[in-house]
């Protein structure tokens, strides 16, 4: 007879002269003492089987888990009856967890298991094996300051990415750098979104599906369950009623913040820091083709460059007015809104903001010149003016340099002529 048979019949006896009668043994009648007689090693964990030995656990463990009290045939399966007559059969969460079970298996974790990937989450993954806790447990895997952690321990493998065909790890990673990782990580706020805020616990799916919470549909609603205020404003938005009216092209909470790289408005490296917001809003409406299929204004962005503000934004003076100045934040209204701030009626108190003593002739300047011959003439051809009496003087201030050092040089040459002579 083998050691590992040994073991194992040794177990079994110990097991038997442990447990009730017969009639009682069946089942999930079998207590957890009789289970540990084999399984159960004070302050070791092996939870898989070694050499053929059985799997051990950590008595201690389990009593302070969530399912301290339940019996082991609970989750193990064929484990009932001593000796096992075969090999249990792998834990199912799902007899008792149904609906995260189901929710599971509809995620893109749970098909990718069921086409055979072994790589993927599992329940043990996130919330741990004979050591689960409740999720509010600050010593739980799944609790929300260290969730984070069990998915970038996954997504921030490249090997795992490139397998995957995921984004690239340093895609993840963003988030540990982000306002919402930094809260996690130096301030310990676990109010702040992390991975199952945005994306789900169990039904995670990819966000081209229309069920996933980071589709592009859901995002201002996944982001408004911390921002409600801001979602507000958004709704009532020319960007939120299109997106609502099917205008995918509309812009939403991660086209203007970003997604993982989010940071704070003040951060230089923000899409929404203020000498970054003209590009950002460029982004669409520099855009020919957004233009034209929606019949809007061209070139805002390339206009407002060639403006006093942008020109004065792009030499550092974040204080000059963006396009967020003018037009709002996250309610943008269309001009012909009389409730817009670049309505006509409104646009002296929006200039009125940087601009206090002006009077309501000061705000009808227009802002986007469009400085071309079809555009503003008047202005194109004083642009065209000033470009070539510039250029005319710059040559011609050249020419004079050029003459003036000729003559220079004549000059010396002259004098040094004359010297010899005067000499001999």
Known sequence: ??????????????????????????????????????????????????????PIVDPGVLERSVHSGSRCASCHAGAAEIPHREKPGRVTCGSCHESAASSYQA??????????????????????????????????VAFSLNIVDVCLGCHEDEQVEMEHALPGAEYFKAYRDSVHGMAVKRAGLNVAAVCPDCHGNHKILPADNPGSKVNRLQIPSDCG????????????????????????????????????????????????????IPRTCGSCHESEVISSRYALPKKRFSTYMDSFHGIALEFGMTKTANCASCHGYHLVLPSSDPKSQVNVNNIPTTCGQ??????????????????????????????????????????????????????????????????????G
């Open 107 to 140: 995620s893109i974790h749970g098909m990718d298991y069921l086409k055979g990937e072994r790589d993927v989450p599992g329940c043990t993954t996130c919330h741990g094996k004979h050591d689960v806790l409740s999720v509010d447990d600050p010593r739980s």
């Open 1 to 54: 007879m083998s050691r590992t048979n040994v073991m194992v019949f040794v177990c079994s006896l110990i097991a038997l002269l442990a447990a009730p009668p017969a009639s009682a043994a069946g089942g999930d009648a079998l207590k957890v003492s009789q289970c540990l007689s084999c399984h159960g090693k004070e302050g070791r964990e092996t939870g898989a089987r070694e050499r053929g030995a059985p």
């Open 354 to 423: 940087c601009h206090p003593k002006t009077s309501v002739n000061f705000a009808r300047g227009k802002i986007h010149v469009e400085v071309s011959r079809e555009g503003h003439k008047g202005v194109w051809m004083v642009r065209v003016f000033y470009t070539l009496f510039i250029t005319a003087l710059a040559l011609l201030f050249i020419l004079h340099i050029g003459f003036d050092l000729v003559q220079r040089k004549r000059d010396r040459k002259g004098k040094r002529a004359g010297s010899g002579e005067e000499r």
């Open 225 to 276: 369950k911390c921002h409600p205020g801001i979602q507000k404003d958004y709704d009532e938005s020319i960007h939120g009623k299109g997106l609502r009216a099917g205008i995918m092209d509309s812009p939403v909470c991660t086209d203007c913040h970003g997604e993982h790289t989010i940071v704070k408005v003040t951060d230089p490296s923000a899409k929404v820091y203020a000498k970054n």
